[in-house]
Nanobody, 128 residues
Framework: QVQLVESGGGLVQAGASLRLSCAASGLSFSRYRMGWFRQAPGKDREVVAAINWGGGSAAYTNSVKGRFTNSRDNAKSTVYLQMNSLKPEDTAVYYC?????????????????????WGQGTQVTVSS
């Protein structure tokens, strides 16, 4: 079965960096668009970043532009989220997700409803 396993979360101080990883199995990873989402307590899940099937195109929510970088290694079936200059408002559970329409539709996907598979999430806590 399809599994997405996130890792790399933790507790850091403001200004620090973290690198999240999401290892995928049970699917043809290179055919999937991938996304990172987050959900803070009491808030709706929101898109953070999304990347196309080949890794050549990525999009970000405005609040993380210039600080976060989304990348992927199709040979390792893994997608990454490099998070720099972390702020307390980045505190949330971070999820990766996979959309099977990576090649058929191309581009990136920012709508969480379009994603087919989700990981269990990893907690990121940024203290001030």
């Amino acid at each position: 079965q399809v599994q997405l396993v996130e890792s790399g979360g933790g507790l850091v101080q403001a200004g620090a960096s973290l690198r999240l990883s999401c290892a995928a199995s049970g699917l043809s990873f290179s055919r999937y668009r991938m996304g990172w989402f987050r959900q803070a307590p009491g808030k709706d899940r929101e898109v953070v970043a999304a990347i196309n099937w080949g890794g050549g195109s990525a999009a970000y929510t405005n609040s993380v532009k210039g600080r976060f970088t989304n990348s992927r290694d199709n040979a390792k079936s893994t997608v990454y989220l490099q998070m720099n200059s972390l702020k307390p408002e980045d505190t949330a559970v971070y999820y990766c997700a996979a959309d099977r329409n990576g090649i058929t539709e191309g581009g990136v996907e920012l709508n969480p409803a379009a994603y087919d598979y989700w990981g269990q999430g990893t907690q990121v806590t940024v203290s001030s």
